[in-house]
Nanobody, 116 residues
Framework: QVQLVESGGGSVQVGGSLTLSCTTS????????MQWYRQAPGKEREAVVS????????NMAESVKGRFTASRDNAKRMVELHMNNLKVEDTAVYYC?????????WGQGTQVTVSS
């Protein structure tokens, strides 16, 4: 079955950087777009960054443009989210996600906390 496992979350100060990882199994990783989402307390889950099969990263949230990018290693079936110049408002649970056979799958999420 499809499994997505995020790691790398933690606490960081404003202006810091963090890289999240998502390891995957159970689907044809190299032929699917991968996405990162986040959900802050009391807010809806939002799409943050999408990465194509070829590894092109696209910001999906205006608030992260110029600060967040994604990368992928198809051989390792892994996608990463590189976050720079973090802000307090980036505090959220971050999820990687894929649509496989018409269904969207989620990992368990990893918490990122940015403090001033």
């Amino acid at each position: 079955q499809v499994q997505l496992v995020e790691s790398g979350g933690g606490s960081v100060q404003v202006g810091g950087s963090l890289t999240l990882s998502c390891t995957t199994s159970g689907f044809a990783f190299d032929s699917h777009v991968m996405q990162w989402y986040r959900q802050a307390p009391g807010k809806e889950r939002e799409a943050v960054v999408s990465i194509t099969r070829a590894g092109d990263s696209f910001n999906m949230a205006e608030s992260v443009k110029g600060r967040f990018t994604a990368s992928r290693d198809n051989a390792k079936r892994m996608v990463e989210l590189h976050m720079n110049n973090l802000k307090v408002e980036d505090t959220a649970v971050y999820y990687c996600s894929v649509v496989w056979s018409g269904r969207r799958y989620w990992g368990q999420g990893t918490q990122v906390t940015v403090s001033s």
